[in-house]
């Protein structure tokens, strides 16, 4: 008998179980339900992430992203991996160690590119707000001013407080002082309007698995000329070698290069789901997604204010349409009330995020989840939660 004999092990006796995942309706922010045709793109066999075919899936890819961020950037690709791929992706490649960089802090998206920034040896500066709060022009000019930053990082879509944040008029801003802007569009992708170049972004982001309603796990990105030269002009290498766009822009074809090298295998099954919901956002068309999304966001805020809740965002204009935060009411605990709706109604909402834990609960009714009869299950399970957990009855 060899010596190379398996031990029956309760790890292996764990694996002889069938994988168990609920159904769930996923009315937190993201990731959000996936419709059966995107799931269908994603089951289709497998090709080689070299194969001309799986090229061809890739440009396609970068033709819904051009038409989703509203660029003609040929610098645009997605990301292996999730949104934080394509936040280190930015940094990492614009970014040379020493070099200053201004962020927006008004939730936890400024904190964590801050310490993105500081990890490969950034200067970092930072504009503050708590939760909720947003910054005026004047206030971003002042600090690029200040600090001659060479980049500019703001959350478009704050998903840990709820707001949506002006943009209008900050590229031209950062331009005038020779920064680039960086902006992430993660959770507002679709849901509320944001056209790269008309507005002058540098760079912008997203991820798959909001109102794209794609699994987790692919990052849409693109960069702008300026971005570009900047970028492709540094003294130093980028930190990371899977995330270095000499590498990435070969592999997407978006260098000029007659070859596609190998750099990394692609995620294949990604790639098919995130093409299906890039096709399904086209068809649409993004005026239709980005009413759509206020109209069934507005129903949701007058059938909280029905409840007698409060939202936390008080300025209409500035509430995120794909999620909701609400103050949470008193007399109540609301890990209670988020463990109730999960347990009687089989729906996720969320609590806060970073520095807005134990302010607000969320609600996020994105792309395919986004509709009226979702947004009334939503607020008839909260209804019912708050008759059923009020802290006194304890
Ligand atoms: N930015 C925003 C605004 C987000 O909402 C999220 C995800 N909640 C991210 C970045 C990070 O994305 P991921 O979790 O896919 O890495």
Request: hydrophobic content about 40%; proline content about 6%.
């Amino acid at each position: 008998v060899s010596s190379h004999q398996p031990i029956n092990s309760t790890e292996k006796a764990c694996m002889l179980r069938p994988l168990e995942a609920p159904f769930r309706y996923l009315f937190g922010p993201g990731p959000s339900n996936v419709p059966p045709r995107i799931l269908a793109a994603g089951g289709r066999p497998i090709i080689g992430h070299m194969h001309s075919e799986m090229f061809g899936i890739m440009n396609d890819i970068k033709k819904g992203i051009q038409y989703a961020f509203q660029t003609s950037n040929n610098m645009t690709l997605a990301m292996s991996g999730s949104g934080h791929t394509a936040m280190e992706c930015a940094v990492f490649n614009i970014v040379e160690p020493g070099e200053s960089v201004l962020v927006a802090i008004n939730g936890i998206w400024g904190e964590r590119v801050a310490e993105i920034a500081e990890r490969m040896g950034a200067k970092v500066h930072t504009l503050f707000k708590t939760p909720g709060g947003h910054f005026t022009n004047a206030e971003i000019e002042q600090a690029l001013a200040k600090h001659k930053p060479v980049l500019f990082f703001l959350a478009h879509g704050e998903s840990s407080s709820g707001l949506v944040h002006p943009v209008d008029g900050v590229g031209d801003i950062c331009h005038k002082y020779n920064c680039l802007l960086l902006v992430d569009s993660v959770a507002s992708l679709g849901a509320a309007p944001l056209l790269m170049d008309q507005q002058n972004i540098d760079i912008l982001y997203t991820g798959s698995q909001k109102a794209l309603n794609a699994p987790p796990g692919t990052a849409p990105i693109s960069f702008s000329e300026r971005a570009c030269h900047k970028m492709f002009n540094r003294k130093t290498k980028p930190v990371s070698y899977l995330l270095d766009m000499t590498h990435l822009s070969n592999y997407w074809g978006n260098d000029g290069k007659p070859e596609r090298k190998y750099h990394h295998t692609g995620p294949v099954s990604g790639f098919f789901a995130l093409r299906e919901s890039l096709a399904i956002l086209a068809e649409m068309g993004l005026e239709n997604s980005w009413s759509h999304h206020t109209e069934v966001a507005e129903y949701l805020w007058k059938g909280l204010e029905d409840l007698g809740l409060k939202l936390f965002i008080k300025d209409k204009d500035l509430r995120l349409p794909s999620v909701t935060t609400i103050a949470i009411p008193e007399g109540y605990d609301w890990k209670e009330l988020l463990a109730y709706i999960m347990k009687h109604h089989q729906i996720e909402f969320t609590g806060g995020l970073g520095p807005s834990v134990g302010m607000v609960l969320r609600i996020g009714l994105m792309g395919y989840n986004c509709n009226k009869a979702n947004a009334a299950m939503a607020l008839a399970a909260l209804e019912d939660a708050l008759k059923q957990c009020r802290k006194s009855k304890a």
